[in-house]
């Protein structure tokens, strides 16, 4: 049993038990490439958030983990099959109801681990950061943590050579052999503008790829998903713990 993961506590343990920080980590159920389970983003939420808050206890800071949001936004994909979507008032909605617990509890640090790149957090804090004053909200994408080049050759965002290495590690079972595995290429829009990133349009993901990923997998290998899982949890751990030793009355000098 782990003391920072809510789900194998109990109600002894809680007796008298206190947390500064609640983690609320948040995938998505949706394709990834061939060769990748449709729970990608929740095995690297579960992994990441447990990971980094091993790290974060271990150096004294008193997070608990929440359960993984198995759901995210999915709006770009509605026809590929079953991919789920939530829409972002719907997380709006979780969220407030969630942080309405934690601040009547009296855990006033919050922070998001994101593992989905259509999920978008940042106007959701902004607008509950308006009805929840007392609390600070915080919200990161684990998979911006680190310079990807450092670790893996090939670029990408969605069942790339990251994601892949990562799941290979995590949970080799669950991988397809990579001779099956699309080569993930995207394609650009006509609008340059949208190719720069400056601009932005949600992307039509079937139009955007033929096997649902974008990265080519084929290096990927379980001792690259290691290696870069271990600093990830490391950095994300560190943030755990430079949040829950934040003074709520002095963020700034
Ligand atoms: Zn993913």
């Known amino acids: ?28 159920t949706e394709a990834h490439n061939y060769h990748l389970p449709y729970g990608t ?38 026809d590929i099959y079953l991919d789920i979507n939530l829409n972002p008032s719907t997380q709006m909605a979780i969220l407030k109801d969630l942080l309405t617990v934690l601040d009547r509890q009296g855990i006033k640090k919050f922070l998001i681990i994101n593992s ?11 607008e509950l950061g308006l009805q929840f004053p007392e609390m600070l909200l915080t919200t990161c994408n684990w998979f911006q943590a680190l310079d990807k080049s450092l670790y893996f050759e090939e670029e990408g965002d969605h069942a790339d ?13 669950m991988v397809l052999p990579l001779e099956i595995a699309g080569l993930g290429e995207e394609k650009k829009s006509v609008i340059p503008g949208l190719n720069e990133k400056w ?3 949600e992307r039509k993901w079937s139009q955007v790829t033929e096997d649902t ?4 997998p084929k290096k990927s290998t379980p001792e690259k998903g290691e290696r870069y899982f271990k600093d990830v949890c490391q950095k994300v751990g560190g943030l755990m713990v430079d949040i829950c030793s934040a003074d709520l009355h002095t963020l700034y000098r």
């Not at 920072?4 to 998505?28: C, M, Q, T």
């Open 1 to 28: 049993m782990r003391p920072y993961i809510l789900a194998e506590s109990n109600w002894k343990n809680l007796e008298f038990d206190r947390f500064d920080l609640a983690v609320l980590p948040w995938g998505a």
């Open 199 to 201: 601009a932005w349009s």
């Open 161 to 173: 050579e990251m994601e892949t290495s990562l799941i290979m590690y995590l949970h080799p079972e």
């Open 213 to 216: 990923g974008i990265g080519n």
């Open 41 to 78: 983003d929740v095995y690297e939420a579960d992994a990441v958030a447990a990971g980094a808050g091993k790290f974060a206890w271990e150096k004294g800071a008193k997070v608990v983990i929440l359960p993984t949001i198995p759901f995210g936004v999915n709006t770009g994909q509605s």
């Open 116 to 126: 989905h790149g259509g999920n978008d957090f940042k106007t959701i804090l902004r």
